[in-house]
């Protein structure tokens, strides 16, 4: 459905994304909200408050909102590529794999009886896809971006990973120091 939409849309119109969004200046601040989210999560795992409900229920919702706004980024107008291989094959290929990536840890969670929310977890699994990968969840999530990225040929979006996954990283160690707590 992905490349059926994809073709379409560069079929009907190559200036499509042109006009429907042109705000550049979005280049400019979701960099800014990434480095604002990223040094304010190393300051609170600094200060150890990690207990404050409050502040990690404004993270998690930062985190959702950086998600949504990450998965509509390549609509913006911006410098892109159009290659067979990269956009559909390379791309589609890490989109699936990221997502499998990104559920699968769930359902292998439930199955141990455990569960992602924060507030519940007891231990620390490593068996299963934790075994292979600390964080198969984030890992799952950062290929499933660039795939996403790639799909649609977004050189600005790519550029952004690198910060994206640091952001991830940071997120991960936040979330094991308030684990083994």
């Not at 998690?60 to 107008?77: N, R, S, V, Y």
């Not at 590529?81 to 699968?104: E, H, K, P």
Request: with cysteine; net charge positive; glycine share 6%.
């Amino acid at each position: 459905m992905i490349i059926m939409f994809n073709i379409c849309y560069r079929i009907l119109d190559e200036d499509w994304r042109l006009k429907m969004i042109n705000y550049p200046l979005i280049w400019i601040i979701f960099p800014i909200i990434l480095t604002v989210i990223l040094i304010s999560s190393w300051l609170l795992a600094r200060m150890n408050n990690l207990e404050n409900k409050v502040l990690r229920t404004g993270f998690i919702t930062a985190g959702a909102i950086i998600g949504f706004i990450a998965f509509i980024l390549p609509f913006f107008e911006q410098l892109s590529f159009q290659d067979i291989i990269l956009n559909f094959v390379i791309g589609l290929l890490l989109t699936v794999f990221g997502l499998i990536a990104r559920v699968y840890p769930m359902i292998y969670l439930r199955r141990k009886g455990t569960t992602t929310a924060l507030s519940k977890v007891t231990e620390i699994i490593d068996t299963g896809p934790f075994r292979i990968i600390r964080h198969p969840q984030y890992t799952g999530g950062i290929l499933l971006i660039i795939g996403w990225y790639l799909i649609w040929g977004s050189i600005f979006c790519l550029c952004l990973v690198p910060l994206i996954a640091l952001l991830t990283v940071i997120k991960a160690l936040i979330e094991e120091k308030y684990i083994l707590e």
